[in-house]
T-cell receptor
Framework: DAGVTQSPTHLIKTRGQQVTLRCSPK?????VSWYQQALGQGPQFIFQ???????QRGNFPDRFSGHQFPNYSSELNVNALLLGDSALYLC?????????????FGDGTRLSIL | QQQVKQSPQSLIVQKGGISIINCAYE??????FPWYQQFPGKGPALLIA?????SEKKEGRFTISFNKSAKQFSLHIMDSQPGDSATYFC?????????????FGTGTRLTIIP
């Protein structure tokens, strides 16, 4: 049973470019959340997708957008990249049926902005 | 505004000793308190979690102590082993039938020395 998978594992971009990160949730999970983890910090919630819609959003600008597909996989898009966007981007999946179901994390995509 | 404060930032413990990490929160609406363990190059993994209706929960060598009146909770690792060396994050959650986001502390880098 595959867990949460993310691609790519590493990515290097320059300022002003756009990037798309991908996530496949754990089997049986229907909810995908995205987090940004700066070096030496705890993950920060970006947004959450359920039933192909953004269900809630953290304190991130509109440059950050996402999408969820009918097979529950998800993409995170970041436009007009800034140096401060350099971070580990984590995807977490869970099942919406009950409260406080464990969120299972992937190993992340390391994004470096030059 | 930091919703959960975690201390210490780093911790060195001898093998066999007890590791203690503390977290404090402000918002009394939080009602689920998980701890995550993260190894270098990996995503966070759920270690143990507690609800505020109990004061302590133990799973193997890991124990959460919860003080609702003080709005504090802590992780105790008994008989600490070198394999426990990792970064530990506390988190707080408002339960909402799957519509939940994790708010993480800043992390504690734990090193277990022989």
């Amino acid at each position: 049973d595959a867990g949460v998978t993310q691609s790519p594992t590493h990515l290097i971009k320059t300022r002003g470019q756009q990037v798309t990160l991908r996530c496949s949730p754990k089997s049986g999970h229907d909810t995908v959340s995205w987090y940004q983890q700066a070096l030496g910090q705890g993950p920060q919630f970006i947004f959450q997708y359920y039933e192909e819609e953004e269900r809630q959003r953290g304190n991130f600008p509109d440059r950050f957008s996402g999408h969820q597909f009918p097979n529950y996989s998800s993409e995170l898009n970041v436009n007009a990249l800034l140096l401060g966007d350099s971070a580990l981007y984590l995807c977490a999946s869970s099942w919406t049926g009950l409260s406080n179901q464990p969120q299972h994390f992937g190993d992340g995509t390391r994004l470096s902005i030059l | 505004q930091q919703q959960v404060k975690q201390s210490p930032q780093s911790l060195i413990v001898q093998k066999g000793g007890i590791s203690i990490i503390n977290c404090a929160y402000e918002n009394t609406a939080f009602d689920y308190f998980p701890w995550y363990q993260q190894f270098p190059g990996k995503g966070p993994a759920l270690l143990i979690a507690i609800r505020p209706d109990v004061s302590e929960k133990k799973e193997g060598r890991f124990t959460i102590s919860f003080n609702k009146s003080a709005k504090q909770f802590s992780l105790h690792i008994m008989d600490s082993q070198p394999g426990d060396s990792a970064t530990y994050f506390c988190a707080v959650v408002i339960s909402n039938f799957g519509n939940e986001k994790l708010t993480f502390g800043t992390g504690t880098r734990l090193t277990i020395i022989p």
